[in-house]
């Protein structure tokens, strides 16, 4: 079974910050691996994705994500952040040629002046 | 290029009415279909899933059923609202190499 969780309901970082969210995932077979972004009252938003090519995945809006084996982590970071950013996270994963695309519980970041 | 339709945007209905939430894809053929509800603090819970025609997978045991009527149409209906029903509905639609994407989904609150 395959299963995702999200460390931190809540994070709050200043404007030009460092943002980090952490992501762990558990699969017994390599995954896929995801991460959308959700503005209130809307559907999620492709962020950015990891399917077994480059371990350092480039996302939109300035954000990217290391996949790790070894720690079995996908944490998704951005150098600067920026009000707009302030939104829900999702990070989820999917078993290669699985049907199912599994979501942790979210973080919701909050950017502040 | 590939969309996703899902109305209504939201909806109030009393406790015992009947649901229809419905999705439809453009621009592929053959999606996996799939319902999502979103409760505060609690992430997606996979609802339903549909790898074609008529063929609908539960993954929870609740008061909601689905229906694929077609290949690009999947439905979510109930007969008798809860107010335990009352959540954010998301629809969205995946191949086998993809990642899924997510209609802007319905807010349902029962009263």
């Known amino acids: 079974a395959q299963s995702v969780t999200q460390l931190g309901s809540h994070v709050s970082v200043s404007e030009g910050a460092l943002v980090l969210l952490r992501c762990n995932y558990s699969s017994s077979v390599p995954p896929y691996l995801f991460w959308y972004v959700q503005y209130p009252n809307q559907g999620l938003q492709l962020l950015l994705k990891?399917?077994?090519?480059?371990?350092l995945v480039k996302g939109i809006n300035g954000f990217e994500a290391e996949f790790k084996k070894s720690e079995t982590s996908f944490h998704l970071t951005k150098p600067s952040a920026h009000m707009s950013d302030a939104a829900e996270y999702f990070c989820a994963v999917r078993t290669g040629g699985g049907n199912k695309l599994t979501f942790g519980t979210g973080t919701q970041l909050k950017v502040e002046l | 290029s590939q969309t996703i339709h899902q109305w209504p945007a939201t909806l109030v209905q009393p406790v015992g009415s009947p649901l229809s939430l419905e999705c439809t894809v453009e621009?592929?053929?053959?999606?996996?279909l799939y319902w999502y509800r979103q409760a505060a603090g609690r992430g997606l819970q996979l609802l339903f899933y549909s790898v074609g025609i008529g063929q609908i997978s539960s993954e929870v045991p609740q008061n909601l059923s689905a229906s694929r009527p077609q290949d690009r149409q999947f439905i979510l209906s109930s007969k008798k609202l809860l107010l335990s029903d009352s959540g954010f509905y998301l629809c969205?639609?995946?191949?086998?190499?993809?990642?899924?994407?997510f209609g802007q989904g319905t807010r349902l609150t029962v009263v």
């Open positions: 621009g592929t053929s053959n999606p996996n």
């Open positions: 990891y399917t077994s090519a480059a371990t």
């Open positions: 969205a639609w995946m191949l086998e190499d993809t990642e899924a994407f």
